[in-house]
Nanobody
Framework: QVQLTESGGGSVQAGGSLRLSCAAS?????MAWFRQAPGKEREGVAV???????AYLDSVRGRFTISLDNADNKVYLQMNNLTPEDTAVYYC??????????????????????????WGQGTQVTVSS
């Protein structure tokens, strides 16, 4: 069992930045950030594998950066130029599985909630206009 502990959420104005952190208690081959806004389904925001493959939700590409510290089993999400549409509860997710080497597999992992075995408790991000 891998426990995930998130930190770094908060409230910012549009255009601001936040950095989310997630510490895993054990090995994870793939880690990701999901978010869920009120009344909406949970969606994948960014995913990264230990071999440094990454994928992003279209609406955050170029603004968000996911990074993985393999030694410490930590994943980070740097969020810049935030907009009110980014307001949501952000969840860290992890799995010991690795997406296939085939093209598109990491992106598919981003959109497949069932791929992840472990979830954090969530951290609120609120962006005001």
């Amino acid at each position: 069992q891998v426990q995930l502990t998130e930190s770094g959420g908060g409230s910012v104005q549009a255009g601001g930045s936040l950095r989310l952190s997630c510490a895993a208690s054990g090995y994870s081959a793939t880690m990701a950030w999901f978010r869920q806004a009120p009344g909406k389904e949970r969606e994948g925001v960014a995913v990264v594998t230990r071999d440094r493959r990454a994928a992003y939700l279209d609406s955050v590409r170029g603004r968000f950066t996911i990074s993985l510290d393999n030694a410490d089993n930590k994943v980070y999400l740097q969020m810049n130029n935030l907009t009110p549409e980014d307001t949501a509860v952000y969840y860290c997710a992890a799995t010991r599985s690795t997406p296939l080497a085939a093209a598109g597999s990491v992106l598919q992992a981003l959109h497949t909630i069932a791929f992840y075995n472990y979830w954090g408790q969530g951290t609120q991000v609120t962006v005001s206009s």
